[in-house]
């Protein structure tokens, strides 16, 4: 086996996921799961939904208060999430 095509599998997957442009579908399901666990039950009920749109963090709520809350927050939820993403992935919250 030739040296120089060897890929660890960390690589291989890195690889993969570039060529078929799922980093935003992957964050996005990576930003789900940490939601809940990093907003705590509460705020999780009440959204409705998280979409990521060109590095843009879209996130429906149902709660008026709750938007109007979370909104002076945004760059406190934004590193948050980057920090748990392990990269500066989100430039933008948008609270909907």
């Not at 999780?44 to 149902?62: E, P, S």
């Not at 208060?65 to 933008?92: D, F, H, T, V």
């Amino acid at each position: 086996m030739n040296k120089h095509n060897e890929k660890t599998l960390k690589e291989a997957l890195h690889a993969m996921v570039d060529q078929y442009r799922l980093k935003g579908k992957l964050n996005q399901t990576r930003i789900r799961s940490h939601w809940e666990n990093m907003m705590g039950p509460s705020i999780a009920r009440y959204t409705r939904d998280i979409k990521m749109g060109r590095k843009k963090l879209y996130i429906y709520l149902d709660s008026a208060p709750l938007k109007q809350e979370l909104s002076m927050g945004k760059e406190k939820i934004r590193k948050m999430l980057n920090e748990a993403l392990g990269e500066e992935y989100i430039e933008e919250v948008v609270i909907l």
